[in-house]
């Protein structure tokens, strides 16, 4: 991607509180961790063996180690627009090589996710956790995210809803597009759309402390309300989506 064109990439910036917390424990271990382990559970038999890993918005590379332990790639592509995180995720691919002896290549690309400067077919699984939100131009990036999967490669698919990013909380402390946010449903919606199957095995709707903005599960801890699914707006949504060929869809 060419300067001329990163500068007309449509983007909203981090706060510096948002860049601040992706370098935490609760992100890593509440949020990253907990989304991979997940994922892994709803792929269940269409897990590809020493995959090659797209980790569309890596950002500052946590996902890295966490990915090499769960997947064990052959290689693990790390796309992000803000240079300085890319500065940071350099960091971790050194450390995460080092941690699998040097097992799985890592490679840092400066790019844009609805324009990914990467081949066709070039990818088993690509990794969009915490990312799709951000993202002003939503249809392309997932366009671009079935164009370099190979077919039957595994899109896994881990994002916060509206319920959430709307928050009172969250919006105060992060900065996101809000004209694209969506509910679950609406992300399942048009991951299927884009040329993607699942079930409804591949798909959970997480209801983690961290996602109540409003409370962040304190009621709950106390007894004092306890929705249930059906009953309450969902915060989270994780889908192991297929890439299906072209006459498939």
Known sequence: MSPSEIH???????????IWFLRTHT?????????INDLTRLIGDRRPVSPVIVDVGCGQGKSFRLLADAFKPARIVGVDYHEPSLRVAAQAADACRAQSGARCEIELLHGDCAKLPLPDASADIVFCHQTFHHLVDQANALAEFRRVLKPGGVLLFAESTDAYIKSWVIRLLFRHPMQVQKSAGAYLDMIRAAGFAFEP????????????????GLFERLGLHRPKPGKRRETLVNVAAIRQADDER
């Open 8 to 18: 007309r990439v449509p983007f909203v910036p981090e706060t510096a509180f948002g």
């Open 27 to 35: 992100w890593e271990h509440h949020v990253l961790r907990v989304a």
């Open 201 to 216: 095995r591949n798909v959970s709707l997480p209801y983690l402390w961290w996602s109540r903005a409003a409370d962040f």
